[in-house]
């Protein structure tokens, strides 16, 4: 068979490094600061463009995630690993990627955000990121007990199909109804007049970008959440090489463009509560783990035609509409109003999913 | 023969069960099925790490099984 040069260790150590610095580049052409790809707050503003919450400054039907989503179809179509697969424990799946989306929203960022804020000079990303680690290592304890949702088995086209198809729904969607300036609402389409959700990169470079990141993350299968439990739990430093490819590509990026702003306070679109900044990633970090990917690695397995991702995706996208519906999301102010409470209850659904689901329970 | 079944389970599964086998028999074949690419992939890699040789056949429909030499 060929081999996948893009999957060996200097494969994704490049794909970290062109991710880090497509990033910066996307925030240079208008997305918001720190935030260049963050797929929790991306879902989040997808939510809000559709009016799922009604979170005025964060609306905006964002073209990198459907550009992810679609890059990875592509490339898994001409590789010829689309596969359409599913029926692992989708509802916990479901719920995982609401907690996942909730948590990560109490810190304001997934962990491609985290990378990119630390790259900015933020240093409450350092609290996300321990978090994150935290959480993630958790779920290898659970996996030394025989965790575990469940095969999945193949299935239809149509059923491996459907993400990618809500997914060109969307772009139509947007096609449709275009933002109009100053206006607040195209059609059915929310579009923030100001916050971070005004702020965004022309959509050809937003769409194009990311499908250039579905493609080469597909085949090389960067995922953030990998590269600390293979840390973990078997001491594999590949994937992980790749997440500092990432994080070096987006600060040097940074450093050479002005872009760097050293500091805890008055950092863009993040709050400096250490302890929620990490217990926040803690609960993320756990659900991702157990759900078997980061954020960006579940819209890319949604495009191989798991079907089982794409379920932990809109679960995500529903979990980012409640945090704002029910007040758990953090703003630049601080913590939500509910922000612990969803953090905390978050946490202990997750561990009561990974005891139930560990075979040595 | 050993053979650890892994289809239709997700990372880190795969290569946590290789672990688990070559635990209790460090030296004896072993072979691995997988049905998905980054599984193949990562079972590959976590082999030869251990020393082991890894000839891969394809056996269709997605399925590869691995055969895992000393």
């Known amino acids: 068979m060929k081999k996948n040069l893009f999957a060996t260790t200097p494969g994704v150590i490049v794909v970290g490094a062109v991710i880090g610095l497509i990033a910066v580049g996307l925030q240079k052409l208008g997305n918001p600061a720190n935030m260049g790809i963050c797929v929790a707050c991306f879902e989040r503003d997808v939510a809000g463009g559709l009016g799922l919450h009604r979170a005025a400054i964060v609306q905006y039907l964002r073209p990198e995630i459907m550009g992810l989503v679609l890059g990875s179809l592509v490339a898994a179509i001409a590789a010829k690993e689309f596969r359409p697969r599913g029926g692992s424990a989708p509802i916990v799946r479901f719920v995982l990627g609401m907690i996942a989306a909730m948590g990560a929203l109490v810190f304001l960022g997934c962990p491609w955000r985290a990378i990119l804020r630390l790259a900015g000079g933020d240093g409450n990303a350092l609290l996300g990121l321990a978090g994150l680690a935290t959480g993630i290592w958790f779920g290898t304890l659970f996996f030394k007990r025989g965790y575990s949702l469940g095969r999945s088995n193949s299935q239809s086209v149509v059923s491996g199909a459907l993400f990618p198809v809500i997914i060109v729904c969307l772009l139509l969607l947007y096609l449709i109804f275009p933002q109009v300036p100053g206006q607040p609402q195209s059609g059915p389409l929310f579009y923030s007049v100001k916050g971070p959700g005004s702020q965004h990169a022309p959509f050809i470079a937003s769409l194009g970008l990311a499908f250039v990141i579905g493609i080469i993350a597909q085949r090389s299968r960067f995922c953030t959440m990998g590269a600390f439990r293979d840390l973990f739990l078997f001491r594999y430093t590949h994937l992980f090489l790749g997440l500092a490819a990432m994080l070096v590509a987006a600060f040097a990026a940074n450093a050479l463009t002005g872009g760097l702003k050293f500091g805890f306070e008055g950092q863009p679109v993040a709050h400096s509560d250490f302890l929620w900044n990490y217990l926040g990633m803690v609960t993320a970090g756990l659900a991702f783990a157990l759900a078997g990917g980061c954020p960006g690695r579940q819209l890319f397995m949604a495009g191989e035609g798991d079907s089982d991702a794409g379920i932990f995706a809109l679960g995500m996208l529903v979990g980012a509409a409640m945090a704002h519906n029910l007040g758990t999301a953090s703003s630049g102010t601080g913590i939500g109003i509910y922000g612990m409470q969803a953090t905390i209850i978050g946490f202990i659904v997750c561990l009561i999913i990974g005891f139930v689901h560990s075979r040595r329970a | ?70």
């Open chain 2, 1 to 70: 023969m050993r053979t650890v079944d892994t289809r239709g389970l997700s990372c880190p599964q795969p290569v946590l069960l290789f672990h688990q086998a070559i635990a209790e028999n460090a030296a004896e074949p072993l072979d691995v099925l997988v049905d998905n690419e980054a599984s193949l992939e990562n079972v590959t890699r976590a082999a030869a790490n251990k020393g082991w040789n890894v000839v891969a056949n394809d056996e269709g429909e997605g399925v590869f099984r691995l055969e895992l030499r000393k």
